[in-house]
């Protein structure tokens, strides 16, 4: 697998979970995990942008 390709997955699982966390945490009130979950998911998304740029670079 492409460095690019992996790090693009790994951004959308880090996104996917960060939004579970963010949900969970508004839904019992945990401040908290929500902002926890908030930091993966924009943590996830620079990851995305991450294998973004390297795709490009690869061509």
């Known amino acids: 697998m492409k460095s690019s390709t992996k790090d693009k997955a790994e951004g959308k699982m880090h996104q996917v979970k960060g939004k579970v966390k963010e949900a969970g ?3 019992v009130g945990n401040n908290d995990l929500e902002a926890e ?3 993966e998911n924009l943590g996830g998304k620079a990851q ?3 294998g973004d740029i390297k795709k490009v670079g690869e061509k």
């Open 25 to 27: 945490g508004k839904a």
């Open 37 to 39: 979950g908030k930091g």
């Open 48 to 50: 995305e942008q991450v």
